[in-house]
């Protein structure tokens, strides 16, 4: 994993309150290897009686001629069938086995401590491909068992392996990443790419952000949260979708904590939950509007049900003109700043 990212040891902090809420999806991931492990030891060793079996027979039928002249475990697996695999295919079980292993056991591997001036965007794709050696010890192992595994075309199959190459079972069956990072390198925006399956992905978040950094992640089929309480977490574990959670270090004035649901409607105000917006926020100061305020209004677009069901037609206007009055406070407290400037 390039320097600009590492893999902990044992999370501490929030790191551990985040993992701990999404253990459901942790123990899930963990069990599925474990039993995926088993299976391949069971296998490689009832093929290995049939071998040694096998290579008993051969010496026995070739006689002393063929002492220190053949191998008789190969030669018996000429002899035999398809229950007896070759050497190649054993050590091809081996070191899937082996990677098998490494991810039955401890969180080092979902937890992510992003150093400072890193690129969030990369270390996320890192740290998935790591996660992908999973996937790929398991293409391998169907290839060996079939007798279809080519060294020179597949043997990359038991190294990393890109989240873009990942098929849709393996997205869903993808563990949850826990990521630490400074609110300086914090540009979740590069994130959607990984949005899939059921991916889900934390950010802890220690400083002071722009009030809705996770708006522009918001689409119809992804779960987004932001919210200063761990334990709330447990929500984006639980869900069908893929999804990505903010956790901020303490709770503020000036950042938005909201839940946005797929499986909450069809609309837009109906899938999100906002619990606090701010009003205004002491960042961004400049003579051009900072991006945050974008953030902002794209979310109270998406928070606010349709005038008709409300009572109040849109000639009306007095409800609409009520409603886009937190936006018309942040304009106008933009416009004495930069005034002043």
């Known amino acids: 994993m390039p320097s600009e990212a590492q893999t902990s040891g044992a999370a501490e902090g929030p790191a551990a309150l985040a993992l ?6 942790v123990e899930s991931f963990r069990s599925a290897t474990a039993v995926a492990q088993e299976e391949i030891r069971t296998f490689a060793a009832q093929s290995r009686g ?22 008789p475990e190969r030669f018996g697996t000429l002899l035999g069938n398809a229950d007896a695999l070759t050497p190649e295919t054993l050590e091809i079980l081996g070191q899937a086995e082996a990677v098998l292993k490494e991810f039955s056991a401890g969180d080092d591997l979902y937890h992510v401590e992003l150093e400072p001036g890193g690129d969030l965007r990369d270390a996320v794709k890192d740290a998935l491909e790591e996660v992908g050696r999973v996937f790929g010890a398991a293409r391998a192992v169907e290839l060996a068992r079939s007798g279809r595994f080519d060294p ?8 990393s392996l890109p989240f873009r190459k990942w098929n849709r079972a393996e997205r869903q069956m993808a563990p949850p990443l826990v990521v630490e990072l400074g609110a300086e390198d914090l540009f979740p925006v590069g994130l959607g790419e990984f949005l899939d399956g059921a991916v889900k992905i934390v950010l802890i978040v220690q400083g002071h952000t722009t009030p809705a950094p996770l708006a ?29 959670g ?18 909450q409607g069809d609309a837009p105000w109906k899938r999100l939950r906002v619990e606090h917006m701010p009003e205004q926020a002491d960042v961004g100061r400049g003579r051009r509007a900072p ?3 974008e953030e902002l209004t794209h979310l109270q677009t998406l928070a606010k049900a349709p005038l008709s069901l409300v009572g109040v037609t849109p000639e009306e206007g007095s409800v609409e003109k009520e409603e886009s009055k937190p936006v018309d406070q942040l304009a106008a407290w933009l416009l004495s700043q930069t005034a002043e400037l």
């Open 20 to 25: 701990e809420a999404l253990r459901s999806r």
């Open 50 to 71: 049939v071998n040694e079996f096998r290579a008993d027979e051969a010496l026995m039928e070739l006689g002393p001629f063929a002492t220190g002249r053949i191998d």
């Open 152 to 159: 020179d075309e597949h043997m990359s199959l038991l190294g």
């Open 216 to 244: 522009r992640l918001i689409t119809p089929g992804t779960f987004v949260m932001q919210t200063a309480a761990a334990a709330e977490l447990e929500a984006l574990a639980a869900s069908r979708h893929p999804g990505v």
């Open 246 to 263: 903010l956790l901020f270090d303490e709770e503020r004035a000036e950042q938005a904590r909201f839940v946005h649901d797929p499986d």
């Open 291 to 293: 991006a945050w305020l």
